[in-house]
């Protein structure tokens, strides 16, 4: 079992906005650029890129979701207090 992951997300407060940028992932376009576009958290900057974190770090439904993509893998919208968030996980 992986302990440390590493993952970019984007976060949006609406949960319509999170489908329309899901639709736009599945059509091919970038991660972070879409991150940089529209999340509202500091992560923007930087793609999304989280960085690398721990089990028990983040709130349980990000981190449920995040620990079970795969390298590469993007999730559907995980809704938390914060908002509706797209992950993908990078290494």
């Known amino acids: 079992m992986t302990n440390e992951i590493r993952c970019a ?3 949006v407060e ?3 906005l999170a489908k329309e940028i899901l639709a736009k992932i599945g059509k091919g376009e970038s991660f972070s650029k879409l ?3 529209y999340s509202i958290d500091g992560s923007r900057r930087r793609g999304g890129d989280l960085g690398t974190f721990r ?3 983040m709130v349980k439904e990000f981190e449920s ?3 079970a993509l795969e390298k590469g893998q993007v999730s559907g919208i ?3 207090q914060f908002g509706y968030h797209i992950i993908k996980r990078l290494e």
């Open 14 to 16: 609406k949960e319509q």
């Open 55 to 57: 089990r028990g770090v």
């Open 9 to 11: 997300h984007i976060l």
């Open 78 to 80: 995980v809704r938390t």
């Open 35 to 37: 991150a940089e576009q």
């Open 65 to 67: 979701a995040a620990f």
